[in-house]
């Protein structure tokens, strides 16, 4: 069995569906079927007994959901620092625990309400997240868009 630590899970493993190879830089691990692999780790956590972990909260929202902190904390209602502080103490709300495990349920199963509400908060922030670049040709300026370089923008 494989130990999965993938997102700092620290209590799933890995029956088969893997392969461990030989590299010169050490042993590497290569997983079939990756996107469903993610599904299934969601899906079980989704239905675990007991209140999500800041992990188990984290692994969902960004590998099961793709979300950010910030575009989560939009679909719920709050502020991307109380998800952050969830995912880092470990103490998520029961409230949250539900609306979390609820939100990736329709997600996953292609609630077509829920998928559009995800989408419009993964365009918007893109969008947000873009630098615009303004060039001059013969005395014409043409702007284009592109994706931010992080430390180009906090400059």
Known sequence: MYHYTDGGLRNVWLANGYEIKKTPFGDAVSFHDGD???????????????????VE????R????????????????????SIARWEKSGKVPRWADKLVRLLYAGHAQ??????????????????V?????VQEKRGHWTPTSEPADEDAVAA
């Open 36 to 54: 469903g692999l993610t599904q299934a780790i969601c899906q079980a956590l989704g239905a675990k007994v007991g209140v999500l972990t800041g």
């Open 129 to 133: 997240k873009q630098r615009i670049v």
């Open 62 to 81: 960004s590998a099961g959901m793709g979300l950010s902190q910030p575009a989560l904390g939009k679909l719920m209602g709050i502020d991307g620092q």
């Open 110 to 127: 292609g609630n077509e309400p829920i998928c559009r509400v995800m989408d419009r908060i993964k365009t918007v922030e893109r969008i």
């Open 57 to 60: 909260l984290r692994y969902i």
